[in-house]
Nanobody, 114 residues
Framework: VQLQASGGGLVQPGGSLRLSCAAS????????MGWYRQAPGKQRELVAS???????NYVDFVKGRFTISRDNAKNTVYLQMNSLKPEDTAVYYC?????????WGQGTQVTVSS
């Protein structure tokens, strides 16, 4: 399974970005897809996830600002990020929980700065 993430970049505070992550390869029994992020000097942390049954989960610091969505036909998960803050600066990693395994994308840098 390969995950290709895209959509990161430099944005001013208050701006928006949309991340995409397309899964390819031997895809079956996806339990959940989602996003983590890792800021410099910090541990990787969950941002949002979307389960097979459509249930979404957001960490408190992005609720109301970020929206996760998924296109099952394209095996793609999206993260719409609005009202971005400097503290959202991090490398964002997509993942898919498939069967008993978790696969990771390569990461995409998001920098929020004026």
């Amino acid at each position: 399974v390969q995950l290709q993430a895209s959509g990161g970049g430099l944005v001013q505070p208050g701006g928006s970005l949309r991340l995409s992550c397309a899964a390819s390869g031997s895809i079956f029994n996806i339990i959940a897809m989602g996003w983590y992020r890792q800021a410099p000097g910090k541990q990787r942390e969950l941002v949002a996830s979307k389960s097979k049954d459509g249930t979404t989960n957001y960490v408190d610091f992005v609720k109301g600002r970020f929206t996760i969505s998924r296109d099952n036909a394209k095996n793609t998960v999206y993260l719409q990020m609005n009202s971005l803050k400097p503290e959202d600066t991090a490398v964002y990693y997509c993942y898919t929980h498939q069967g008993t395994k978790v696969y990771w994308g390569q990461g995409t840098q998001v920098t929020v700065s004026s």
